[in-house]
């Protein structure tokens, strides 16, 4: 009994120091990979200079942000002021400690999952987590003791509770046909190939679409990050903090976007499942992938432009080719391709999510609001009594 | 040492929490907080009803509670849109100043 | 381990009920409250509550409270002043108070035997059950209450809407 219990504890530290390693990794290059992206789409190179492309950026960002002042104005509320992104970021990362990024994998004498804890009420977890996200946010706003972060507080707050409605009818669909809050049986459930997938053989084209749209909005994103848009309110709920803490409401702001991603995944990308059977040979997708960016950068690395990309651009080829060839290797396969595969499908939603950055202005907040409450909600309740009508009929 | 809780504790946390909202809705003059305090009274009875529904073996008492949350956010939208309509018109939230029916 | 939790949390849900009642801020009161409210949901989780859990962070400590705070800082809520209150009310009240939470313990003590909470003892907390339940057994109050809450979202509309002259 005591031999159970030490080694389940044990390895529920080390997966959840994994997990929280590389998540705070991924939260760093996020935003590299945002301005990247952004700098590209307008024309221009972005980071550049700070190690090879740019790649030493958030390693700059993190250095700075410690080393700065930590200043506590003294007209503030001291307590809420500094609760205020202590809750933000903590109601954020929990969230993370339920997805699942993987099946079952055999790590020396232990069989476990790939997911921190299974929760029978996986997906009511999550929201209740982002739920409890809005104070972190209302009391920043109010203890700053300051017109525009209280605005910003305040319409920001109003925000995430009115895209709430529509988010949880958008969620409650897909939870219609697949019969089960668990994440990890979620992900059952659309085993098989792409057909499975609640987005295709489900039909839930209308639930993904408003999903992701609440999406946008719960996390403050453009179109609808109005609250924090610099030229309107000088800087929303967080302008009068500084370093630690405002790096905190950035942190919590994007692993908020990671979890949506990865909860639009799961509920209608399929997880981790691959997107055709083993059999046919989806398992050579991955390592034909990262081979062809391999020899694309080996291509350009012969006839670069400037001086370092001569030897930058041909190294990044021989690592891509060496991952490639990792995931030929039968012994890594069975943990390897199914962590890819959820990658590659949240990476592709938080990809469209910088990609509108990039592309869309920003809605005014009255349109905002009617647009929740005139528009998206009742096309949710629609949705969602459309769905519960064709399951009822295909049960019968 | 004891190995589990007797129910008996649960029995007797909601009683104090609801002798605490008790307190509160008696002790205090400012109307929001007189209304938290019923919040908490609300709180300890359900404590109390999953309690029971955990003593009788019976899913009845999370109904309850389901139902008491509803009716709880119910009263909790109308109730502050009468404070926000009376501090409109009489420009204070302490309830020892709201009584113009008085003799 | 269950002791130990029980008592954490329901000392940590006395100590922010004291606050709400103590504290002069109603946003000291308000936050303390959601406190009281997540230590209330662990509780339900050691009961086997789970659903009756997830609905209490979600819609009263993250719906409901939410409310309240926003109501707090729009009305622009000060600290409650200190004066007109009477120490001999406090006086006579707290140990009466006292006096009837010892009678209620002594009568609850001795009316629910050598029955314990064991985390694990109810199976029937799943959203599954509840589901089954609420849709069959209660079907009318649920009815009825999604009729009371279209009357409440009416009259709070009608109630703080600003007149248009």
Aim: proline letters at 4%.
């Amino acid at each position: 009994m005591d031999a159970i219990f030490d080694s389940f504890i044990i390895v529920s530290i080390i997966k959840a120091l994994v997990i929280f390693a590389v998540l705070m990794t991924t939260l760093a290059y996020l935003q590299w990979v945002e301005r990247k992206v952004i700098a590209h789409v307008q024309v221009r190179p972005g980071p550049y200079r700070v190690g090879p492309h740019g790649l030493l950026q958030p390693l700059a960002d993190v250095i700075k942000l410690i080393t700065k002042e930590d200043l506590v104005p003294p007209y503030v509320n001291k307590v809420f002021y500094l609760a205020a992104p202590f809750l933000a970021i903590t109601m954020a990362l929990l969230s993370i400690s339920v997805i699942p990024f993987g099946p079952i994998i055999t790590v020396g004498p232990v069989r476990t999952w790939m997911q921190m804890t299974d929760l029978n009420i996986g997906v009511l977890f999550v929201l209740a987590a982002s739920s409890m996200g809005v104070y972190g946010i209302a009391l920043a706003g109010w203890a700053s003791n300051n017109k525009y972060s209280l605005l910003g507080g305040l319409r920001s707050s109003a925000q995430m509770i009115s895209y709430e409605l529509p988010m949880s009818l958008a969620i409650a669909a897909p939870l219609l046909i697949s019969n089960t809050l668990s994440l990890r049986d979620l992900v059952e459930t659309q085993a098989g190939g792409f057909w499975h997938w609640n987005l295709v053989g489900g039909g839930q084209v209308v639930s993904f679409i408003i999903f992701i749209i609440a999406a946008f909005a719960e996390t403050n994103r453009v179109p609808f990050d109005l609250p924090e848009a610099e030229n309107e309110l000088v800087a929303g709920f967080h302008t009068e903090y500084s370093s630690m803490k405002f790096a905190s409401f950035f942190m919590a702001e994007y692993a908020n976007m990671i979890t949506v991603s990865a909860m639009a995944t799961l509920l209608f990308l399929g997880g981790w499942m691959a997107p055709w059977p083993v059999e046919y040979g989806s398992s050579f997708v991955p390592p034909l992938i990262f081979a062809f960016f391999g020899l694309v950068l080996l291509y350009h690395g012969k006839q670069a432009v400037r001086k370092w990309d001569k030897i930058t651009f041909p190294a990044f080829g021989i690592i891509f080719l060496v991952i490639a060839a990792i995931f030929l290797i039968p012994m890594v396969q069975g943990w390897l391709l199914p962590l890819f595969w959820f990658l590659a499908k949240t990476g592709a939603i938080l990809f469209v999510f910088i990609w509108i950055r990039a592309t869309l202005p920003r809605f005014r907040y009255d349109q905002l609001m009617a647009f929740t409450w005139k528009g998206l909600f009742p096309v949710a309740m629609l949705n969602l009594l459309i769905t519960a009508f064709l399951v009822a009929l295909r049960t019968k | 040492m004891l190995t589990a809780v007797p129910i008996s504790w649960y029995l007797t946390l909601s009683a104090v929490l609801f002798a605490l909202g008790v307190a509160g809705f008696l002790f205090r003059r400012n109307v929001i907080t007189v209304f938290m305090s019923i919040e908490l009274m609300l709180n300890a009875v359900n404590l109390s009803f999953v309690t029971f529904s955990y003593h009788n073996k019976t899913n009845d008492g999370h109904l309850f509670t389901f139902f008491v949350m509803v009716v709880a956010a119910a009263e909790a939208a109308v109730g502050l849109a009468i404070i926000l309509t009376v501090f409109k018109n009489k420009g204070t939230l302490n309830i020892d100043e709201v009584d113009s029916m008085k003799n | 381990m269950d002791v130990i939790l029980f008592l954490v949390f329901a000392l940590i849900a006395v100590a922010c009920a004291i606050n709400v009642v103590v504290q002069t801020h109603p946003i000291s009161s308000a936050i303390s409250l959601v406190g009281v409210m997540g230590s209330l949901a662990i509780l339900y989780l050691l009961l086997g509550a789970e659903f009756i859990a997830a609905a209490q962070v979600i819609v009263y400590a993250g719906a409901i409270m939410v409310l309240f705070v926003f109501v707090i800082m729009l009305l622009n809520a000060g600290a409650e002043s200190r004066k007109g209150r009477s120490y001999t009310v406090q006086l006579i009240g707290v140990p009466l108070l006292i006096a009837f939470l010892g009678l209620l313990a002594f009568f609850v003590q001795g009316m629910s035997g050598r029955e314990t909470v064991v985390f694990g003892g109810f199976q029937k907390g799943s959203p599954r059950d509840i589901g089954q339940a609420l849709f069959t057994t209660y079907l009318l109050p649920f009815e009825v209450t999604s009729l009371l809450i279209l009357i409440a979202i009416v009259g709070a509309i009608v109630l703080a809407r600003k007149e248009i002259d």
